[in-house]
């Protein structure tokens, strides 16, 4: 897949911007765990949210790129590894809504 430059520039201001962080651990605490999948969504939301604000497409290339980099992040980790995602899963467990009880 080619990519311009203007991809290129928008893929780096995604990659580096403060909500990635937030909508890869969503996926993270969400892998192999039924109870937590509701953070999937939040996850796919805050990603939406976070391309609109840059006025990218969530089909377009940079919005498919990002899409794929969410979820080999995720695959990627191993349950236990970091305490920030181990304290939003003790968070997900500790609240019916998040859960999606609710």
């Known amino acids: 897949m080619k990519i311009s430059a203007e991809d290129l520039a928008a893929l780096w201001a995604l990659g580096h911007h403060e909500l990635l962080d937030l909508i890869v651990d969503c996926h993270k605490v969400a892998k192999d765990d039924p109870t937590a999948a509701s953070l ?3 996850g796919n939301d805050f990603l939406h949210d976070l391309l609109f604000d840059h006025d990218i497409e ?3 290339n940079v ?3 990002m899409r794929n980099f969410v979820t080999y992040e995720a695959s990627k980790y191993e349950r236990g590894t970091c305490s920030r995602v181990e304290r939003l899963r003790d968070l997900v467990m500790a609240n ?3 859960q999606g009880k609710k």
């Open 96 to 98: 019916p809504v998040l």
């Open 63 to 65: 919005g498919q790129l």
């Open 58 to 60: 969530c089909d377009s």
């Open 40 to 42: 999937i969504e939040f």
